[in-house]
């Protein structure tokens, strides 16, 4: 692994003002903290504090904290080395080689990640090869996509055949590890090992980082699978992963609005119209952990799904996953069953942000493509149903109000008040009709020992107080905890603490805690540290006190007096002492 000192020149040429800033809306809360709204799960009111003086954050909702290393880890779904490395390339740092040290999964990983950017290179190359590559420029070509957007998103192709991929992979030196790892080769029933992709236009995936995890392939012959997907691996995780996020990001934040379409040619036309705040689904159904993915950068989505019968019931499973999630979600279906890259060819880009803007809330959409089953009362208590499953993952009341109202009069019922009363009978019954997996939430986080966070800010406030801790403390064996942990670290070092130097969780938290903790409402941090300190030293006394009386009852039992004279004397030595640790 890299250094300690390579760490810390990363740390400090990465102000995590800046870097947590460029993903989160920050306001000041005062001279030394920062607030905004959590990006790890959902809230109303800001609870994510950012430290400047200590560079670290901490969120009172789900007490997530830490570093800038721990931020880029959790945000972007990366390992450490990865985070460091894309904190030292921002800052233009140069990192050292790598130690043999590294753990075989995380060279695995990075040998992976290498194979993809490899095999990116090749099937653009072979798209541009004057014979191999004609198929796929033809279909191109079709496509009407500009040159400049196959290039951006690094679209290739390969030719028929079994050993494209595999034979250049293999003179670039590839081992067969990394092969049968990357997902992208099949077994024969004789052993050895083919090419997944035959005479497809290849569709390079990335992750939120950038790199090329996995492929997504069309059939340009008579396959009866159009589009596949290379399958699973340790670095693609379908479920958590959206096309085209990374090149949407600056856009999704600008607009802080998300247009959710289907598939590759969906996005890839949007923005060949100059429509960024596009992410795709790529045809699987919308996971929670995708909509969570999403949340990180806007709070509303607006779904534009194929307008046929598969595509309106995909969007209505996608809202209910994305309302889970805390979004506000829109959804729309184009005319004559046309897709985004149909319409946007035949109408345009104006056109359809038109319809964009003019989408509606996810009940309206429900209920009117709904509109078959809602000609009978049982089509309607159905489709009502259905709505309350989604509707139940609303936190925010007057939005469940106005979701409620709107139900009622799409489903053309006079009295909303009706509707809540269904709603709330639906609730009591515990929801028994199916309802759509809500995203995951952050797991409510243990509380904190709200004086030990107390303690903690005080020593981290002032050198003076930290001190005067520190010699106190120094003979004293602190019993083992986040508490603990904590104290060691900044007895021993100065400066910033990085919270990866602290060896559990709980002290992580705690460190975070206090470093954007405002400090307690009563008492000055003097008598603070004074009494805290004090009552560690009488549990450390108390601790002996109570081993000497058993060293006592070994003694009796064993009839040695002389040694019963001794521990006994220790023992009132020991007791004079709480008691003048008692009265301070």
Not at 127 to 133: E, I, S, V
Not at 185 to 208: E, I
């Given at each position: ?7 810390r020149?990363?740390?400090a040429a990465n102000?995590i003002?800046q870097?947590?800033?460029?993903t989160?809306?920050?306001k000041n809360?005062?001279?030394d903290?920062l607030?905004g709204l959590c990006?790890f799960h959902?809230?109303?009111t800001p609870s994510f504090v950012?430290s400047?003086?200590?560079q670290s954050?901490h ?13 880029v880890m959790?945000h972007?779904?990366l390992?450490f ?7 030292a390339d ?5 990192l050292?080689?790598?130690t ?6 995380e ?6 990640l290498g194979f993809g ?7 653009q190359e072979?798209?541009q090869?004057?014979?191999r590559g004609?198929?796929g420029?033809?279909y191109?070509?079709g496509?009407?996509?500009?040159e400049?957007t196959?290039?951006r ?8 055949g079994w ?9 670039k030196?590839f081992?067969e590890?990394?092969?049968e790892?990357?997902g992208?080769?099949?077994q024969?029933d004789?052993?050895?090992y083919?090419?997944?992709?035959r ?8 992750d939120?980082s950038g790199?090329v ?7 340009l012959g008579?396959s009866?699978?159009?589009y596949?997907n290379?399958?699973?691996?340790s670095?693609?995780?379908k479920?958590?992963?959206l ?5 949407a990001?600056d856009a999704?934040?600008?607009?802080k ?5 289907e598939?590759?040619f969906?996005?890839?036309?949007c ?10 689904s790529?045809?699987?159904a919308?996971?929670p ?6 949340g990180r ?8 799904y194929d ?5 309106v019931?995909?969007?209505?499973k996608a809202?209910?996953?994305?309302t889970a999630?805390?979004?506000t979600?829109?959804a729309?279906?184009?005319p004559d069953?046309?897709?985004?890259d149909?319409?946007i060819r035949?109408h345009?880009?104006?056109?359809f942000?038109?319809l964009v803007?003019?989408a509606?809330d996810?009940?309206?959409f429900?209920?009117r493509m709904?509109?078959?089953r809602?000609r009978?009362?049982?089509g309607r ?7 309350f499953?989604t ?15 709107r139900a009622?009069?799409e489903?053309?019922?006079h009295?909303?008040w009706?509707i809540?009363?269904?709603?709330e009978?639906f609730l009591r019954r515990?929801a028994a ?8 939430q952050?797991q409510?986080?243990a509380?904190?020992?709200q004086?030990d ?5 005080a020593?981290?406030n002032?050198a003076?107080l930290l001190?005067r801790?520190r010699e106190k403390l120094?003979e ?6 986040a508490?603990?942990e904590?104290?060691h670290?900044?007895?021993?070092e100065s400066?910033?603490?990085?919270s990866r130097?602290l ?6 938290r705690?460190?975070s805690?206090?470093?954007?903790s405002?400090?307690?409402a009563?008492?000055?941090?003097e008598e603070?540290?004074e009494?805290?300190v ?5 549990d450390?006394?108390r601790?002996?006190s109570?081993?000497l ?11 040695d007096?002389a040694k019963?004279?001794e521990l006994?004397?220790q023992?009132m030595?020991?007791l ?9």
């Amino acid at each position: 692994m890299y250094s300690r000192d390579t760490v810390r020149e990363v740390a400090a040429a990465n102000d995590i003002v800046q870097v947590l800033g460029a993903t989160i809306e920050l306001k000041n809360a005062g001279p030394d903290r920062l607030k905004g709204l959590c990006p790890f799960h959902r809230e109303k009111t800001p609870s994510f504090v950012v430290s400047r003086a200590r560079q670290s954050y901490h969120c009172f909702g789900c007490g997530k904290g830490g570093d800038v290393f721990s931020f880029v880890m959790e945000h972007e779904g990366l390992t450490f080395v990865e985070a460091l490395r894309r904190l030292a390339d921002r800052a233009g740092i140069r990192l050292p080689a790598m130690t043999e040290g590294d753990s075989r999964a995380e060279a695995l990983r990075s040998q992976l990640l290498g194979f993809g950017k490899f095999a990116r290179g090749f099937f653009q190359e072979e798209l541009q090869h004057p014979a191999r590559g004609r198929a796929g420029r033809e279909y191109l070509e079709g496509r009407k996509l500009r040159e400049d957007t196959v290039a951006r998103f690094g679209l290739g192709f390969v030719p028929e055949g079994w050993r494209h991929l595999l034979d250049a992979a293999k003179r670039k030196g590839f081992s067969e590890k990394v092969l049968e790892a990357s997902g992208m080769f099949k077994q024969g029933d004789r052993g050895g090992y083919y090419d997944f992709f035959r005479n497809r236009l290849m569709f390079p995936v990335r992750d939120v980082s950038g790199n090329v995890v996995a492929f997504g392939g069309r059939d340009l012959g008579d396959s009866p699978a159009k589009y596949i997907n290379s399958p699973e691996t340790s670095i693609y995780k379908k479920s958590r992963v959206l096309y085209g996020l990374h090149e949407a990001r600056d856009a999704l934040r600008e607009k802080k609005q998300a247009l959710l379409v289907e598939g590759y040619f969906d996005l890839l036309r949007c923005f060949d119209a100059g429509i960024e705040n596009v992410v795709a689904s790529c045809g699987t159904a919308l996971t929670p952990e995708q909509a969570s993915l999403i949340g990180r950068y806007v709070r509303e989505v607006v779904i534009v799904y194929d307008g046929d019968a598969a595509g309106v019931a995909a969007a209505i499973k996608a809202a209910g996953t994305l309302t889970a999630a805390g979004l506000t979600v829109r959804a729309m279906a184009l005319p004559d069953n046309q897709d985004p890259d149909d319409y946007i060819r035949d109408h345009g880009a104006e056109a359809f942000l038109s319809l964009v803007t003019a989408a509606s809330d996810f009940v309206t959409f429900h209920v009117r493509m709904s509109a078959d089953r809602t000609r009978t009362i049982e089509g309607r208590t159905e489709v009502a149903q259905e709505l309350f499953a989604t509707l139940r993952e609303v936190d925010d009341s007057p939005r469940l109000d106005e979701y409620l109202k709107r139900a009622a009069e799409e489903l053309g019922l006079h009295n909303k008040w009706n509707i809540r009363r269904e709603y709330e009978k639906f609730l009591r019954r515990g929801a028994a009709w199916k309802a759509v997996s809500p995203a995951p939430q952050a797991q409510e986080a243990a509380p904190l020992n709200q004086d030990d966070c107390d303690f903690v800010w005080a020593l981290l406030n002032n050198a003076e107080l930290l001190a005067r801790a520190r010699e106190k403390l120094a003979e004293i064996p602190l019993p083992p905890g986040a508490l603990s942990e904590v104290l060691h670290l900044l007895f021993t070092e100065s400066g910033v603490v990085l919270s990866r130097q602290l060896p559990s969780e709980e002290a992580r938290r705690l460190y975070s805690a206090a470093a954007a903790s405002e400090g307690p409402a009563a008492g000055s941090p003097e008598e603070l540290v004074e009494k805290r300190v004090n009552r560690l030293g009488k549990d450390w006394l108390r601790k002996q006190s109570a081993d000497l009386q058993e060293a006592i009852r070994q003694a009796e039992r064993s009839n040695d007096q002389a040694k019963l004279v001794e521990l006994s004397l220790q023992k009132m030595k020991i007791l004079r002492q709480i008691e003048q640790v008692g009265a301070m």
